[in-house]
């Protein structure tokens, strides 16, 4: 068989990429040099992967950002604002994703969103009555010849023009349809240029296919296709599809001049069944996602065969194996965890591994099950990798309706509170986090090295609460937050204080542009050890008068946000996590803290791709294991939660399901929809639609945000409305931190002003 993969994770195996980027940022590298550290870390890629026997290639899965970005600027699917500003190519896409605020213009930037059911972000394409369709970038073409150059023929990839359409923005009336006699020319034109440079396969990423789809929806996939497929000439087109299975459109698929098909076999494992519906023709190759492109778990062997197996039952078609989707979801490499036991070592696998098991596979498949490659990996399933807490799990099943039942009702609970606080009409907060400087990070890297001890350590994070504090103070900010100077993420922290889990010390993976995360790996049964944030929050409390807010990370998001186990269900997984946590909250309670914040930012992003999984998959449980984390507060103490995500449309009833008093929503950088659904659905969780996009270093003048306010109060009753910035800032820095919330509270005094006025 042939081996592949669908994409290699481009941060650098020590974030490279990341660190230059941020340098070109400061202007402290130039544009030549950067690109000469990204073509350097190509190579390394490439090379890796060619040494590891991958027989196919892909190139192009490299971006400066993000690779929704890569298409649209590739295709002059640019607004004109970003044009106007005259800015050299690098320095355009760079203002597309983060915003531009400087001599040449101030523009926001594109919307961000969460790229299906991943922690990754992609930059939303933004479709208008200007946009005019063309091919004008090179990145695709110079990355082919790049890679040609160092001796490997790769196949070139490229997000396709449907997933485009199905993720873009639409202004000024225009639909998709006004845009599909260009894409069909452009893509063409990509695929006759790269067959020119010598390219024989040439990958679209269509994954936008793995959502429920209607007949117009199909309708479109097949008129773009009939077009590019037409005109192609003989290069040879591999239609990649992941995270899910093409139950509606695989008989489309079957049907186009496709030369493969890339189905996903592991969240899409009913595509298995898929195949019994329809012929899939030997004259096409069949792209088998065998390797999970999303855990970190040794792939079972056996089950991967026994896959493999029941594709061949089905089809002559040839098989290439391949990742279920890109890798760029998973760490580099295990070679560089010095701290992890070789005991623990041996169950995982990062890219770098992922690429080897394909390799094994392969090899597996032409010998016989005798191979000691094979005999040693069911050697290592055979027996348990850890020692169930049973007491925990007797408790768990054991939990009743009252459990997961807040009492009083909301309502009531609310009349308390609002008593009790006695905040001001339209209370303003921020969402947790204050900047994680240098100084912060470099801290806690001291500690990490044993530079420091713990006390200085605290002592140092404890100056930076003060400092923080003082400014909430003096800005008239009603409720405070400690900052979270002492976490070095909203989920690994937690992890670091949880029994169950385990970390790396280079995990890291792209979350969105510059920015990574190192998601811990939930190895065993999950209890709290001991108190995780009360000494921070106590702390913090005894410094101010104003009510300091509590701050935890929700179970659901703790869960999504790790690496999961897959022996036992995510549901009680996340229910062993939603016990820890409610010590927690009601120790916080005990210490004297009057507003718990559990943030659930990850509950949106893991929705069921396909709506008719949402409840009986996923809803029915993620709802109730956050209702168990606060279910037996007092009434006096206000649960707030946060999400940082835009879109929630058809489950808008089952957040206020949540039975949180207030919850905080990212807003400013969607098109504030979300106000539609909150005044449709009757929202009864008093909320804060963010006023401002955090993603940004560009700061919000008044006016702007007096504008969203206004916007929230003609959708929302101003006695819900609490007001706040769309997500925790400890990615800003310090003075645009500082002037954006002096605007936030200076624009909040003027609309309660107005609001005096009007009574
Ligand atoms: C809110 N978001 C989050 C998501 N997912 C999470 N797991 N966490 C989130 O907060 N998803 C959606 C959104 C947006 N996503 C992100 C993701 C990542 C960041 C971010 O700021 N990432 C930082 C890394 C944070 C971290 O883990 N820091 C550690 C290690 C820091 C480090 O690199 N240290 C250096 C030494 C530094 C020195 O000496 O000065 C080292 O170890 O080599 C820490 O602070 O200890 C990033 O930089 O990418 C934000 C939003
Ligand atoms: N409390 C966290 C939430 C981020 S989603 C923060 O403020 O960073
Ligand atoms: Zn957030």
Same mark, same amino acid.
């Given at each position: 068989?042939?081996?592949?993969?669908?994409?290699?994770?481009?941060? @650098?195996?020590?974030?490279?990429?990341?660190?230059?980027?941020? #340098?070109?940022?400061?202007?402290?590298?130039?544009?030549?040099?950067?690109?000469?550290?990204?073509?350097?870390?190509?190579?390394?890629?490439?090379?890796?992967? #060619?040494?590891?026997? /991958?027989?196919?290639?892909?190139?192009?899965?490299?971006?400066?950002?993000?690779?929704?970005?890569?298409?649209?600027?590739?295709?002059?699917?640019?607004?004109?604002?970003?044009?106007?500003?005259?800015?050299?190519?690098?320095?355009?896409?760079?203002?597309?994703?983060?915003?531009?605020?400087?001599?040449?213009?101030?523009?926001?930037?594109?919307?961000?969103?969460?790229?299906?059911?991943?922690?990754?972000?992609?930059?939303?394409?933004?479709?208008?009555?200007?946009?005019?369709?063309?091919?004008?970038?090179?990145?695709?073409?110079? &990355?082919?010849? !790049?890679?040609?150059? %160092?001796?490997?023929?790769?196949?070139?990839?490229?997000?396709?023009?449907?997933?485009?359409?199905?993720?873009?923005?639409?202004?000024?009336? +225009?639909?998709?349809?006004?845009?599909?006699?260009?894409?069909?020319? %452009?893509?063409?034109?990509?695929?006759?240029?790269?067959?020119?440079?010598?390219?024989?396969?040439?990958?679209?990423?269509?994954?936008?296919?793995?959502?429920?789809?209607?007949?117009? =929806?199909?309708?479109?996939?097949? !008129?773009?296709?009939?077009?590019?497929? %037409?005109? #192609?000439?003989?290069?040879?087109?591999?239609?990649?599809?992941?995270?899910? $299975?093409?139950?509606?459109?695989?008989?489309?698929?079957?049907?186009?001049?496709?030369?493969?098909?890339?189905?996903?076999?592991?969240?899409?494992?009913?595509?298995?069944?898929?195949?019994?519906?329809?012929?899939?023709?030997?004259?096409?190759?069949?792209?088998?996602?065998?390797?999970?492109?999303?855990?970190?778990?040794?792939?079972?062997?056996?089950?991967?065969?026994?896959?493999?197996?029941?594709?061949?039952?089905?089809?002559?078609?040839?098989?290439?194996?391949?990742?279920?989707?890109?890798?760029?979801?998973?760490?580099?490499?295990?070679?560089?965890?010095?701290?992890?036991?070789?005991?623990?070592?041996?169950?995982?696998?990062? %890219?770098?591994? +992922?690429?080897?098991?394909?390799? &094994?596979?392969?090899?597996?498949?032409?010998?016989?099950?005798?191979?000691?490659?094979?005999?040693?990996?069911?050697?290592?399933?055979?027996?348990?990798?850890?020692?169930?807490?049973?007491?925990?799990?007797?408790?768990?099943?054991?939990?009743?309706?009252? =459990?997961?039942?807040?009492?009083?009702?909301? +309502?009531?609970?609310?009349?308390?509170?609002?008593?009790?606080?006695?905040?001001?009409?339209?209370?303003?907060?921020?969402?947790?986090?204050?900047?994680?400087?240098?100084?912060?990070?470099?801290?806690?890297? +001291?500690?990490?090295?044993?530079?420091?001890?713990?006390?200085?350590?605290?002592?140092?994070?404890?100056?930076?609460?003060?400092?923080?504090?003082?400014?909430?103070?003096?800005?008239?900010? $009603?409720?405070?937050?400690?900052?979270?100077?002492?976490?070095?993420?909203?989920?690994?922290?937690? @992890?670091?204080?949880?029994? @169950?889990?385990?970390?790396?010390?280079?995990?890291?993976?792209?979350?969105?542009?510059?920015?990574?995360?190192?998601?811990?790996? /939930?190895?065993?049964? *999950?209890?709290?050890?001991?108190?995780?944030?009360?000494?921070?929050?106590?702390?913090?409390?005894?410094?101010?008068?104003?009510?300091?807010? @509590?701050?935890?990370?929700?179970?659901?998001?703790?869960?999504?946000?790790?690496?999961?186990?897959?022996?036992?269900?995510? &549901?009680?997984?996340?229910?062993?996590?939603?016990?820890?946590?409610?010590? &927690?909250?009601?120790?916080?309670?005990?210490?004297?803290? #009057?507003?718990?914040?559990?943030?659930?930012?990850?509950?949106? !992003?893991?929705?069921?791709?396909?709506?008719?999984?949402?409840?009986?998959?996923?809803? $029915?449980?993620?709802?109730?294991?956050?209702?168990?984390?606060?279910?037996? *507060?007092?009434?006096?103490?206000?649960?707030?939660?946060?999400?940082?995500?835009?879109?929630?449309?058809?489950?808008?009833?089952?957040?206020?399901?949540?039975?949180?008093? *207030?919850?905080?929503?990212?807003?400013?950088?969607?098109?504030?929809?979300?106000?539609?659904?909150?005044?449709?659905?009757?929202?009864?969780?008093?909320?804060?639609?963010?006023?401002?996009?955090?993603?940004?270093?560009?700061?919000?003048?008044?006016?702007?945000?007096?504008?969203?306010?206004?916007?929230?109060?003609?959708?929302?009753?101003?006695?819900?409305?609490?007001?706040?910035?769309?997500?925790?800032?400890?990615?800003?820095?310090?003075?645009?931190?500082?002037?954006?919330?002096?605007?936030?509270?200076?624009?909040?005094?003027?609309?309660?002003?107005?609001?005096?006025?009007?009574?």
């Amino acid at each position: 068989m042939t081996t592949t993969i669908v994409g290699y994770p481009r941060l @650098g195996e020590h974030r490279e990429l990341k660190f230059a980027t941020q #340098k070109y940022f400061k202007h402290t590298i130039t544009a030549d040099e950067l690109q000469a550290k990204v073509k350097d870390l190509r190579a390394q890629h490439w090379a890796t992967i #060619k040494a590891a026997g /991958i027989d196919q290639i892909p190139s192009n899965d490299f971006s400066f950002f993000d690779q929704t970005l890569d298409a649209a600027t590739l295709l002059n699917i640019v607004p004109q604002r970003y044009k106007d500003l005259g800015l050299a190519p690098l320095d355009e896409y760079f203002a597309l994703a983060r915003g531009y605020q400087g001599e040449a213009g101030d523009v926001k930037a594109l919307a961000m969103k969460k790229w299906f059911n991943t922690n990754y972000h992609y930059l939303v394409p933004e479709f208008d009555q200007d946009t005019d369709i063309r091919l004008v970038g090179d990145k695709i073409f110079d &990355e082919f010849v !790049e890679a040609k150059a %160092a001796g490997i023929t790769t196949r070139p990839v490229i997000v396709g023009p449907y997933t485009l359409l199905r993720l873009g923005r639409f202004l000024d009336g +225009k639909t998709a349809a006004d845009f599909t006699p260009a894409l069909i020319t %452009a893509y063409t034109e990509i695929a006759n240029r790269l067959s020119e440079l010598g390219a024989d396969w040439f990958q679209i990423d269509e994954p936008a296919l793995v959502y429920d789809q209607s007949a117009a =929806d199909l309708g479109l996939f097949t !008129e773009l296709y009939a077009g590019i497929l %037409a005109g #192609k000439g003989d290069l040879k087109i591999l239609l990649q599809t992941y995270f899910g $299975d093409v139950r509606d459109s695989l008989d489309t698929l079957v049907q186009l001049n496709f030369d493969g098909i890339g189905l996903d076999f592991i969240e899409g494992r009913t595509n298995l069944e898929v195949l019994d519906t329809v012929q899939f023709p030997k004259d096409k190759v069949l792209y088998a996602g065998i390797i999970n492109g999303k855990n970190i778990w040794k792939a079972h062997y056996a089950k991967a065969l026994s896959t493999l197996t029941g594709i061949r039952q089905r089809t002559d078609a040839p098989i290439v194996i391949s990742t279920s989707c890109s890798l760029q979801h998973v760490p580099y490499t295990l070679r560089n965890e010095t701290k992890l036991p070789a005991a623990e070592k041996q169950y995982l696998a990062f %890219a770098e591994e +992922k690429l080897t098991e394909l390799h &094994e596979l392969d090899q597996i498949d032409q010998t016989n099950l005798d191979n000691p490659l094979y005999t040693a990996n069911v050697a290592l399933f055979s027996t348990p990798r850890y020692e169930e807490n049973k007491a925990l799990n007797a408790k768990i099943a054991a939990l009743t309706p009252a =459990d997961y039942t807040r009492l009083p009702a909301r +309502k009531e609970r609310l009349a308390i509170q609002d008593k009790k606080f006695g905040l001001p009409i339209l209370p303003t907060t921020t969402i947790g986090s204050f900047p994680q400087s240098p100084a912060v990070r470099k801290n806690r890297a +001291k500690l990490r090295k044993g530079e420091i001890t713990r006390a200085e350590y605290d002592a140092f994070n404890e100056a930076e609460t003060r400092r923080w504090i003082k400014f909430q103070e003096e800005i008239g900010l $009603d409720v405070l937050v400690h900052g979270e100077f002492e976490r070095n993420d909203m989920v690994e922290y937690f @992890g670091e204080h949880l029994d @169950g889990f385990r970390f790396t010390q280079n995990g890291w993976v792209q979350s969105y542009g510059t920015r990574g995360v190192k998601p811990p790996i /939930i190895w065993g049964d *999950v209890s709290r050890r001991d108190a995780i944030t009360v000494a921070a929050s106590v702390y913090a409390q005894s410094q101010t008068d104003h009510i300091m807010k @509590g701050m935890l990370t929700g179970p659901v998001t703790i869960l999504n946000w790790s690496f999961p186990r897959e022996d036992i269900t995510r &549901e009680l997984s996340t229910k062993q996590i939603a016990l820890a946590l409610q010590d &927690e909250v009601l120790d916080l309670e005990k210490h004297g803290i #009057k507003i718990i914040q559990i943030d659930e930012a990850a509950l949106r !992003e893991k929705l069921p791709l396909r709506k008719s999984d949402w409840f009986s998959k996923y809803l $029915d449980w993620a709802v109730p294991a956050f209702r168990l984390v606060a279910s037996k *507060v007092q009434p006096e103490t206000q649960i707030h939660t946060h999400m940082c995500y835009s879109e929630f449309g058809d489950i808008i009833k089952a957040i206020d399901d949540l039975d949180a008093d *207030v919850i905080s929503f990212e807003a400013s950088r969607g098109e504030l929809t979300l106000l539609d659904d909150l005044q449709a659905s009757h929202f009864e969780t008093h909320v804060g639609p963010g006023v401002y996009d955090i993603h940004s270093p560009r700061v919000p003048s008044v006016d702007e945000i007096k504008d969203v306010i206004h916007k929230i109060l003609a959708k929302v009753p101003a006695n819900h409305v609490w007001i706040n910035p769309d997500c925790g800032l400890k990615t800003r820095e310090e003075p645009e931190t500082k002037a954006s919330l002096i605007n936030l509270t200076e624009a909040t005094r003027q609309v309660r002003q107005e609001l005096a006025d009007e009574n």
